[in-house]
């Protein structure tokens, strides 16, 4: 019953959001209000029958409806009920209309705030919001229906249960908070089209679009952050982040949409760059298409892609749809949104921004053309060869760190114009503070490698840097009776630009994260319960390995000393299990094996323990080792990256 | 010439070679590796030094070392063509018969020795409906 009315809710919602194109067609034709209010009324009609679809099949999950192919597959009775609520995103169907889902959501927020600010918006923004509404819930109905029941002959007993691996906390919130930030970069595409188009680029609207912009922004670093955490924490191949296409197409609009959000700053301080701000804001939602359709269609070997169905064409039309039309009126509007006013000098405010934006947009290109390599070299002789991650750490690395550096410069660097006097000056100590930090990693290290070195030299400037402008700007509160009082009072003089600051901090925390990877080592060895061995500095001792049948898995427990071999003390206890789940099932093929690592989590560095296999005869286990350093900055680094941007977001006072 | 327009063309000028060097890459071994389909490599008598595969494991393939178990070695195979490959290390926990991998390494008599072993990852299978207990 609730399954059909959620079927219905879908067709419903493709039939209303075809109905306010047709209304929008009456709208410029007879110029009569009614229309334009009619078709605002479809897509807010259309939004709630998402609504309702999305909450049947919830209730479909959660009450154990195995005759919907999707609750079969991806639910069982024994699913804790988290993870039956999270199953609405884990696979294509439901992740489709979960897409709808947040689509509705942000239209019934943009229809409900920035609509009713920005008024002559109204026309271009639902045009455009109907296109992609349509498409989603066309795929819905059509290709990936959540809807769809078992085949009639069969009569489901149990479902299949959510996979193992997708059962960890983290994997089931980081592709909710992505979605977000992807759907969300669907409303700064429309805003930046609607406003070029309608010819109506005004103050309010760059102060809105700015906070639309941080709020998306928000949701796609914590979507991306969370993502790595999660590949760290349960798959155990000891890393967050592999270039893989996957994690590429979410690193894209990221870098398109951090560009955006500081050139248009000067947009809103100057009026300048329209035209660049209008290609990085349509290119951000672009971009989320580009990588949903390598992921989706299967074009591009990765490790995690979905298998190849319908969708691949589908996506690909939808995004050379977008394309032209973007393409179409940014030539028909390129005279409106000239700008006479030129940069006067490459010291100052705006030049800062302009190189972050040069470096961010060729760290795009460079990742874009890395991941899209095995097509386009495919295209060109038909050698499909793909390109490693080499390739993105050798050049993504020199990029980076110009980067690194340009966070420090900019707050140095007044608006318009910075005398070479006023330079030299403020320079003075972070250019100091860098250059000792530099000379004491030569005295100190063993090896010098020459990233390490300018890394650290980056991380101490940059930090210096910010820091004092924090220092700075706390002597003005001085007048202030505490020390306390006036921190705060500080902070929040100047939300946008010390929230600013908070996340560049938090992105200097996530490249001494990266300096780490420069010093990861790892071994591979066999064991047998009472031996040991030495790496690195530690001697792991397998102390035991046991068995134990679980729930709903069977697991072999090891029990590895830790100590360290300079002190020797006793550091640690690691206890990696290999798992084995539906090990009751008679078909070994059905068995699922996987290991459960144990890290051990300094703020130096983690000790990572993986349990790979266990030979019984033998009594013999398996192990893999890995010394990761200071991969906590990472994570500390992104909670700053997103509590900084919440804080420059979060609505002040004054504006209420 | 003034400095706005000499920065200008400096940038232009960087930018250009990094272009112009991001379209070489494919000479660059270290950089880049050939993807071989299995029924390419099925007439390929050369050796390869650099080699990315993929396919699917051939049941009953699979012959894990009596000495060490991080010794093995398997066929991938795609439709009618396989090829035998070698590994040492760790595999991932979805290493099985039919399973889906992505091997590299290296070609030389028929046989793949691979550095790297992948298998799809879990983390968005679009698992077909053969756990489920069905009447």
Redesign the interface.
Known sequence: MISQIGSIAISLAGGLIFSSFIFLGFFKKFKNQTYLQVAERAILATSYCIFLAFFCLLNELLISN?NL?YV??YTSYETPVFYKVTALWA??AGSLLFWSFITALFAVTYIFTTLKKLKTLKFHSYIILSFIFSFFILLSNFIANPFEP?SSD????????L?P??QNFF?AIHPPILYVGFTGSAIIFIMALAASISRDISFEWVQSIRRWSLFVWTFLSAGIILGGYWAYNE??WGGYWAWDPVENSSLMPWLTLTAFIHSSMIQEKRGMLKKWNFLLATSTYILVILGTFI?RSGVI?S?????A?NLGPMFFAFLAILILYTVFWFFKRKSYLDTPD?????TSREGGFLYNN?ILI?MC??IM?GTL??IL?EAWDG??????A??FN?LNIPIGLVLLFLMGIGPLLSWNYTSQSVLLNRFKLPLSISFLSGIGYIIFSSLFQLYVFVAIMGVSFTLSSILGEFYKSFKKQKNSSNFLHSIVKMFLSNRHKNGGYIVHIGIVLLFIGFIGRAFEVEK?F?LSPGEQIYFSNYVFKLNSIKSEARDNHYAFLSEIDVVDSSTNQLLTNLKPEKRIY?YW?SDP??R????ELDIYSTIQKDIYS?F??Y?AQKN?G?F?IMINPLVNWVWIGGVLMVIGSLFAFWPSRRNN | MN??TT?TLI?FVL?AG?VFY?TN??KDD??????YSISELAIESNDIQKI?V?GYIKPNSIDISED???EVSFFVYQNNDSVKVTYY???P??F???AEV?V?GSYSNNLISATEL??????????D???????
């Open positions: 195995f192919q079969a597959q696979g294509q078992v069969i009569i489901v007993q149990n479902g299949n249960g996979n691996l997708l994997m798959l155990g992921t070997s490790v995690h892609s979905f298998t169905e030129k940069i006067d000098s490459f040069l060729l290109f460079t053309w390599f095995p070299s050698n499909k060869i793909y390109v490693g080499s390739y050798q591979e066999s539906f099932n093929e059905k699922q094996p996987h290991s993986i790979s296999g030979d013999i398996y893999k | 400095k706005v920065s940038i930018i990094w991001l890459i494919k270290s950089l880049t590796v050939r993807y990315k993929g060490d178990q991080l290390g760790i595999r926990d979805l099985k018969d039919d992505v590299s992948q298998t799809k990852c879990a983390s968005r299978y679009e698992g409906l053969k756990n489920i207990e069905k009447i």
